[in-house]
């Protein structure tokens, strides 16, 4: 090949990585094409547009890509872990798996194949692999804050809520912005029927993430436990007003208020639901307000 067409190549697959940081994806992908044009025995152009591929939400041709450049060159360990992550995306969990782990075969200190194999076990319910890996994945990387996290939610799932916890703590001191940490960490205190406790919690997610429902469903479900229907209907209001067609608010919302005594509100709330398609609402209608 010509110098000047090796020079060019070079120059549009640094080009296409820069337009790439700056999210301009279309253009990117202008340039690795023209890139792999020169030479489509080069890895690096696939790799990159595999990449961007990725980011647009392409993830069949981003497997395509990396599949490419896994035969170009079969010992870097990055296309296998990106190919397992595209995997992932399209839920094809066995698919990630392996290519994890074809990646930590080629790389044993890559906290983040670990982890995400972890994530890919998680979902294949296979949890105490997915414990295995998360520890890995910290064993490389102590102050990987997502790898604690996930395995607190692997213990959870074992119902080892309070070893959860303690995961979750590690997570929120290494990173105390992630709603999701807060979120988790009260949804195991309530299973502890650390109530209180739990709304703490789950305040400081709803704080995060306003817009979030499950931490307030969690909220007003410790309040019914701490027998505070009022405070629990007043979530499940809000809840509502976020969601306007969230039938379990309204179906819990109707319990709340059966228990204050309002059989009307009550009703009126799993009438609601039960419009929207709550199986539960229909029994309470029939227990409650049929007569």
């Not at 035969?71 to 990106?82: A, D, H, R």
């Not at 074992?158 to 988790?184: H, M, P, T, V, W």
């Not at 195991?188 to 306003?210: C, H, M, T, V, W």
């Amino acid at each position: 090949m010509p110098l000047f067409s090796q020079q060019t190549q070079k120059e549009l697959i640094t080009s296409g990585i820069t337009k790439a940081k700056l999210g301009d994806y279309q253009a990117a992908m202008v340039d690795f094409n023209k890139a792999i044009r020169l030479d489509s025995t080069d890895g690096e152009p696939y790799y990159n547009r595999g990449i961007v591929k990725s980011e647009l939400k392409d993830y069949r041709g981003a497997i395509a890509d990396f599949s490419i450049v896994i035969k170009l060159s079969p010992s870097y360990p990055e296309p296998w872990y990106n190919r397992g992550v595209a995997r992932d995306y399209l839920q094809d969990y066995n698919g990630a798996f392996l290519d994890y782990s074809k990646a930590i075969s080629l790389k044993a200190d890559y906290p983040e194949a670990y982890h995400n194999r972890g994530l890919a076990l998680f979902d294949l319910g296979r949890f105490d692999e997915a414990i295995q890996d998360f520890s890995r994945a910290l064993v490389y990387s102590p102050g990987f804050a997502e790898a604690y996290y996930n395995r607190g939610l692997a213990r959870f799932n074992k119902g080892q809520f309070l070893e959860s916890i303690n995961d979750f703590n590690e997570a929120i001191d290494l990173d105390s912005r992630q709603a999701e940490y807060f979120s988790s960490r009260g949804a195991a205190k309530a299973s502890r029927g650390e109530y209180q406790e739990a709304i703490i919690d789950l305040n400081e997610a709803i704080f995060l993430r306003p817009s979030d429902i499950n931490p307030r469903l969690n909220k007003a479900l410790a309040f019914m436990y701490l027998k505070q229907y009022h405070e629990a209907e007043l979530v499940y209001t809000r809840i509502i007003n976020l969601d306007p067609v969230n039938s379990e608010a309204f179906t819990k919302r109707g319990v709340t208020r059966q228990l204050q005594e309002d059989l009307i509100g009550a009703c009126e709330d799993w009438n609601t639901a039960s419009s929207l398609g709550s199986d539960n609402a229909g029994k309470y209608i029939k227990k409650f307000c049929d007569h």
